[in-house]
């Protein structure tokens, strides 16, 4: 089966500028969650969005958001880009449900991200 | 304190060795702990899963899990120069099944 679809690949954006990612999950998964991953950092929890609503956010600034369609597919916005924002996104698909025990991700190739 | 904290690296092993990867984790009430594998330059891949105390083998790999002590690890059994990544430590939030929080990573040579 297909596995999780990001788009694009890599972006070159400048400061100040937005950037919108793209994520198609697995066919029947109902989660979508983006991480950030940097060498320093490791991968941080941006948010989750399940059957189209964000039942999870992270520590992240209000620049960045995102959004799930009734398709599931997700996408994810971050406006007024900072240096600092220079990572690789990853989206994650899951067939976690309302609550308790969790599934596991599985990860898309990411979008790589690099502000100038 | 962070959340979720890998045995610092990197590890090296030889080939054929037994490579031993720890974590503990800080929320008591975690159900769901997880070992995902990342090679350079890729996306992590879930490798193993574990929600009850004890041991979990799947192949050359182990997870153990042990909420006592708040602790979780994977053996990985006649090790491989293809074994040679970096192996992250996630744990599912207690109530939010969407959620895991990731450990930095152990990164693991193993050697031919």
């Known amino acids: 089966k297909a596995g999780v679809t990001q788009t694009p690949r890599y972006l070159i954006k400048t400061r100040g500028q937005q950037v919108t990612l793209s994520c198609s999950p697995i066919?029947?998964?109902?989660?979508v969650s983006w991480y950030q991953q940097t060498p320093g950092q490791g991968l941080q929890f941006l948010f989750e969005y399940f059957s189209e609503t964000q039942r999870n956010k992270g520590n992240f600034p209000g620049r960045f958001s995102g959004r799930q369609f009734s398709n599931s597919r997700s996408e994810m916005n971050v406006s007024t880009l900072e240096l600092g924002d220079s990572a690789l996104y990853l989206c994650?698909?899951?067939?976690?449900?309302?609550?308790?025990?969790?599934?596991?991700?599985?990860f898309g190739s990411g979008t790589r991200l690099t502000v100038v | 304190q962070k959340e979720v904290e890998q045995n610092s690296g990197p590890l090296s092993v030889p080939e054929g060795a037994i490579a031993s990867l720890n974590c503990t984790y800080s929320?008591?009430?975690?159900?769901?702990f997880f070992w995902y594998r990342q090679y350079s330059g890729k996306s992590p891949e879930l490798i193993m899963f574990?929600?009850?105390?004890g041991d979990k083998e799947d192949g050359r790999f182990t997870a153990q899990l042990n909420k006592a002590s708040q602790y979780v690890s994977l053996l990985i059994r006649d090790s491989q120069p293809s074994d040679s990544a970096t192996y992250l430590c996630a744990v599912g939030e207690n109530t939010n099944a969407g959620k895991s929080t990731f450990g930095d990573g152990t990164t693991l040579t193993v050697k031919p």
């Open positions: 066919s029947g998964h109902r989660s």
């Open positions: 574990i929600y009850s105390n």
């Open positions: 994650a698909s899951s067939l976690a449900s309302g609550t308790g025990v969790s599934y596991g991700y599985t």
């Open positions: 929320d008591r009430g975690s159900q769901s």
